[in-house]
């Protein structure tokens, strides 16, 4: 089956670093999405992104589909970025079951 | 911003005790998924429907999940006999189509004592 590996599986950053969290997937993705954990729970979409190269604030996903990985870039980050970053894809259009990887939890201190 | 709805956010049965979530999609989503994501982060697709036929669901051999979406009622997630293993938060999303975003409500957390 389809798998997917987010790395690092945490990391602790102070106000103001950057952060590169990384994904990558064993077969062809056709959806792509990134999502962003809550401590509480809910899970926001942060990107839809199967190809190139999408910006949001503070935020950059890069996906470059032919070698199956994906990245997700924070700048300047702050404490409320903490939380839990999930990478997930489905493989093909007309299925919308989606795999996710592990998470990457991040933790950012003052 | 999720407009996705789910009750109750938290539940607890005891074991053998039947365990009751709903969700209510965005407006305009015929698409609806369940997902069971436990402790160690991991994700366990359950079922999705489209309006109120079920596209794909998995392998529910235990006979103990049962999910419907009826046409004006909230779409529901039943397990008959609640186990400690099915201690999770259940995520229910929707979407506009398979092959479009996903958006997930809080999700309904069950712990099965």
């Known amino acids: 089956g389809q798998q997917v590996q987010q790395s690092p599986a945490s990391l602790v950053l102070q106000e103001g670093e950057n952060a590169e969290l990384q994904c990558n997937f064993s077969?062809?993705?056709?959806?792509l999405q990134w999502f962003y954990q809550h401590p509480g729970g809910r899970l926001v979409s942060l990107f839809y992104?199967?190809?190139g190269t999408k910006h949001t604030g503070r935020l950059t996903s890069t996906t470059v589909t032919n070698e199956r990985r994906s990245s997700l870039h924070i700048s300047s980050s702050q404490t409320t970025d903490s939380g839990t970053y999930f990478c997930?894809?489905?493989?093909?259009?007309?299925?919308?079951?989606?795999?996710f990887g592990h998470g990457t939890i991040l933790r950012v201190h003052p | 911003n999720s407009k996705v709805i789910q009750t109750p956010r938290y539940l607890v049965k005891g074991q053998g005790q039947k365990a009751k979530m709903r969700c209510i999609p965005e407006?305009?989503?015929?698409?609806v998924f369940w997902y069971q994501q436990n402790k160690n982060n991991e994700f366990k697709f359950l079922i999705n429907?489209?309006?109120?036929?079920?596209?794909?669901q998995i392998d529910m051999t235990e006979k103990r999940f049962s999910a419907e979406c009826p046409s004006n009622s909230p779409c529901s997630l039943e397990i008959q006999s609640s186990e400690a293993g099915d201690s999770a938060l259940y995520l229910c999303?929707?979407?506009?189509?398979?092959?479009?975003?996903?958006?997930f409500g809080e999700g309904s957390r069950l712990i099965v004592v």
């Open positions: 407006k305009g989503h015929p698409v």
């Open positions: 077969s062809t993705a056709t959806r």
């Open positions: 997930a894809i489905s493989p093909g259009a007309n299925t919308g079951k989606l795999t």
């Open positions: 992104n199967p190809s």
């Open positions: 999303a929707s979407s506009q189509g398979s092959g479009n975003t996903l958006y």
């Open positions: 429907f489209q309006n109120q036929e079920v596209l794909q």
